[in-house]
Each structure stands twice: as structure tokens, then as C-alpha cells.
């Protein structure tokens, strides 16, 4: 059993920045693909980012790509997000998830962390 607790969120105004981060209890943490994905009220859950376990291959939703940085620290059990360039429409809760299948990462991961707010002032 995984277990993710993310931090980081905040208020922001447009054109700031934020970093989540997200740590996981699993001291196998490095076996997992790991990945961000957000749900703004009244939408749909998306996929955001994903990493695989090394963090040198990276995925991005075409919403966020050049804007937003996944990466992780195995040594430190944690995941990040380095969110820059934000907009009003960025604002959502944002969670952190894992899973060991690339095909499961990046739909429905089976491991999820409770969320943090993010709000993007215009």
C-alpha cells in the first residue's frame, strides 16, 4: 500500500509560480511511475504529468507543456511539480498518484494522494 500526502498549494496571482511536492511512504517508491493530474469543480479529473521511475522520461498534457516540470528525488521518497507561467484556468486540486504500470499512470493510477488546492488569481 502506497501512501501519498501532497504540499505546496496555494494562492497565486497569473504568471506566478508554485512547486508541489508529494511524498510517499513506499521505500520502493523508485519502482513506481508517478504522475500529477488535477480536477478544477464541476470537471472532469485530468492527467497533468507523469514520470517514470528514473524521472528522465517525463509526459505532459498538452495543456501544460513548457509551463509546468515534473521531476522526482528517489533518495527522498518524492515527487515534484514545478508549475510556472500559471493561469486562472490552472486553478484546480491537484494529486499526486502512482502506479507501476505506464499504461495505468496515466488513466486511471491505482494509488492517490488526498490533493491540494491550487487558485490562480487573474
Known amino acids: 500500500q502506497v501512501q501519498l500526502a501532497e504540499s505546496g498549494g496555494g494562492l497565486v496571482q497569473a504568471g506566478g509560480s508554485l512547486r508541489l511536492s508529494c511524498a510517499a511512504s513506499?521505500?520502493?517508491?523508485?519502482?513506481?511511475?508517478m504522475a500529477w493530474f488535477r480536477q478544477a469543480p464541476g470537471k472532469e479529473r485530468e492527467f497533468v504529468a507523469a514520470?517514470?521511475?528514473?524521472?528522465?522520461?517525463?509526459y505532459y498534457a498538452d495543456s501544460v507543456k513548457g509551463r509546468f516540470t515534473i521531476s522526482r528525488d528517489n533518495a527522498k521518497n518524492t515527487l515534484y511539480l514545478q508549475m510556472n507561467s500559471l493561469k486562472p484556468e490552472d486553478s484546480a486540486v491537484y494529486y499526486c498518484?502512482?502506479?507501476?504500470?505506464?499504461?495505468?499512470?496515466?488513466?486511471?493510477?491505482?494509488?492517490w494522494g488526498q490533493g491540494t488546492q491550487v487558485t490562480v488569481s487573474s
Open positions: 513506499e521505500r520502493t517508491f523508485n519502482y513506481y511511475f
Open positions: 514520470t517514470n521511475w528514473s524521472g528522465r522520461i517525463p
Open positions: 498518484a502512482a502506479d507501476q504500470s505506464l499504461a495505468q499512470i496515466r488513466t486511471i493510477p491505482k494509488y
